[in-house]
């Protein structure tokens, strides 16, 4: 048996390829929407992939199931749980409880773990040519390693009211009923690492164990308590902020993405298309360059989605390709370049990219205006906007700040003043820098706080030392 784990650092998402060696087919867990590594993997290791399936409705990417059912003529499964309201509107084969996939010697057993989502599937998997007992869990967005899976995301982004009690109970009882009754050696395989938005507190390692979980996790001592109601308290308390964004990821995967089949490559633009297209707002140019190179000039009107960061989620901070209907061009140093953008673009469902250039001369071309921490209370600004997660606002911030994050900020437009200066900032800047060029774009008048919370919080210190003799 194969098992392969394709990660995604910039959306901290994992997929899986689990494949038979002994007859050479393959099924993809997970999977997402550029799909050629899935293909090459497959291709490597002299595989077919015969199945595509997924945990649950997400809400952080776009699924790619259905792009590699198209592209290699797998068998779709899908979760058939969930309940009427939960149910996927694209075709393929319904998973319930206890039911299986088989690939060669592999069998792969659907268990339903609400909590996180009420359709949520995890996946028990045992390797026939070895055992007739599961030794591995892919558990989706139900247990991570030193985490589960938030239940209040329905709540936040896909327009739920108070689901975050069942749904907190329910991972309670999927916990009890259906983790904690399998053997301790099973090897736990899940969705996301940290970094993702999809629980609080995620850990770096790639995968655990049940026995582990059961004697090291934060729930663990609920659990062997009985103590649901201490469980939910602690499991709701401190999520971070959702991003806007989810919403439409959850509607999109549940509707079934739209297929794009092979892409052409992205051709180099010529400037003055460019110019012509930012002048005529036809275009919309992506500046890929880092907070600090943006800050000495970058293209009028641009957005900063910064290459170097999490692409595919700036990016969805920004672009919504539901109302955004210009082509995007890409600031790239070539096009292998300008490709791996598109990449990740496409997984969260930005797909009208119209090519690249490598340079921003000749194009029009501003300045952000920022101000320095020491010049802030000068500023009469009509709003301070901290665009920081309620987690880090609360911990400490500018007197007086508007917390409204980055990932929310284009979709709450409604909470900023119309009129006057907005100044905003993040921790260290490159959050803001994406933020504030929406805004920009969107036509507020943004001013940016050099160096964000942690260079005004840096200076009120020397401030404060200087003031006391220190």
């Not at 036509?443 to 200087?466: C, M, P, R």
Request: glycine share 10%; hydrophobic share 40%.
């Amino acid at each position: 048996m194969l098992i392969e784990r394709i990660y995604d650092e910039d959306l901290a998402q994992a997929s899986y390829l689990i494949g038979c060696q002994a007859n050479g087919t393959a099924v993809v867990v997970d999977g997402r929407r550029d799909i050629a590594v899935y293909q090459d993997l497959a291709a490597k290791n002299n595989m077919k992939i015969v199945a595509v399936t997924e945990t649950h409705i997400h809400a952080d990417y776009l699924s790619g199931t259905r792009e590699l059912a198209a592209a290699t003529g797998a068998e779709i499964y899908v979760s058939g749980e969930g309940g009427e309201d939960w149910q996927y509107e694209f075709e393929g084969k319904r998973l319930f409880d206890g039911d299986k996939i088989t690939v060669g010697n592999i069998s792969i057993q659907a268990v339903h773990t609400p909590g996180h989502t009420p359709e949520h599937l995890s996946f028990l998997v045992t390797d026939g040519a070895f055992s007739d007992q599961p030794g591995y869990l892919l558990s989706g967005d139900f247990v991570f390693s030193g985490d589960l899976g938030r239940p209040d995301l329905l709540d936040e982004a896909a327009g739920g009211v108070d689901t975050r009690f069942e749904g907190a109970k329910q991972l309670f009882k999927s916990l009890q009923e259906k983790f904690l009754t399998l053997p301790d050696h099973v090897q736990v395989h899940p969705a996301h690492g940290a970094g993702s938005a999809c629980g609080k507190a995620l850990g770096a390692i790639p995968s655990t164990t049940v026995g582990y979980e059961r004697l090291y996790s934060w729930w663990g001592p609920y659990l062997a308590a009985n103590d649901e109601q201490g469980f939910i308290d602690e499991l709701l308390d401190g999520q971070p902020d959702a991003h806007a964004y989810f919403g439409r990821m959850k509607r999109e995967n549940r509707q079934g993405p739209a297929v794009i089949g092979e892409r052409a490559p992205l051709t180099e633009l010529d400037k003055d298309q460019v110019a012509a297209g930012i002048a005529a707002d036809t275009m919309t140019f992506i500046d890929t360059r880092s907070a600090n190179e943006v800050h000495t000039g970058t293209v009028t009107r641009s957005l900063n989605i910064p290459a170097s960061a999490a692409i595919a989620t700036y990016g969805a901070w920004v672009v919504n390709p539901e109302t955004d209907k210009n082509p995007l061009v890409l600031l790239a140093a070539s096009q292998d370049h300008a490709q791996e953008i598109w990449d990740h673009l496409v997984r969260v469902g930005i797909d009208k990219v119209a090519g690249y250039v490598t340079s921003i001369d000749g194009l029009p071309t501003t300045t952000p205006a920022l101000v320095q921490p020491e010049d802030l209370a000068e500023v009469d600004a009509a709003m301070i906007l901290d665009v920081r997660n309620r987690t880090e606002h609360s911990a400490g911030h500018v007197p007086g700040a508007h917390q409204l994050n980055g990932g929310r900020v284009m979709w709450h437009l409604d909470e900023l003043p119309t009129d006057g200066t907005i100044v905003t900032y993040c921790q260290s800047g490159l959050r803001n820098s994406v933020a504030a060029s929406a805004l920009r774009r969107a036509g507020y008048d943004i001013v940016e706080l050099d160096g964000s919370y942690s260079a005004w919080n840096a200076y009120q210190q020397s401030y404060q030392d200087a003031s006391s003799g220190k």
